[in-house]
Nanobody, 124 residues
Framework: QVQLVESGGGSVQAGGSLRLSCRSS????????MAWFRQAPGKEREGVAT????????YYADSVKGRFTISQDNAKNTVYLQMNSLKPEDTAMYYC?????????????????WGQGTQVTVSA
């Protein structure tokens, strides 16, 4: 059973930056697709970015492309989401997710494991 724990959320002004972390336990070996999702109040959960643990290929939703970067540190068994040029519309609960297979989509139903989330609030 994979457990995911997010951290790094907080409050920031528009234009600022935050880095979210997602640590998995036990150590993930082999093919895993790691992803970040977010859910704003009253809205559906949406996919933000994916990273395939073998090779590190990434994919981004159009809404964050050029501003967010997903990366991994294998030694720390951690995936990061660097968020720059934050906007008020980025305010949401951010969730880390994983699936033991290739990255296929940003559909939440494709992911088996989820963290509890970390809140990001961006003020104007």
């Amino acid at each position: 059973q994979v457990q995911l724990v997010e951290s790094g959320g907080g409050s920031v002004q528009a234009g600022g930056s935050l880095r979210l972390s997602c640590r998995s336990s036990p150590y993930i070996y082999g093919y895993y697709c790691m992803a970040w999702f977010r859910q704003a109040p009253g809205k559906e959960r949406e996919g933000v970015a994916t990273l395939f643990t073998i090779g590190g290929s990434t994919y981004y939703a159009d809404s964050v492309k050029g501003r967010f970067t997903i990366s991994q540190d294998n030694a720390k068994n951690t995936v990061y989401l660097q968020m720059n040029s934050l906007k008020p519309e980025d305010t949401a609960m951010y969730y880390c997710a994983a699936r033991g297979d290739y990255c296929r989509s940003l559909e939440q139903g494709d992911y088996n494991y989820w963290g509890q989330g970390t809140q990001v609030t961006v003020s104007a």
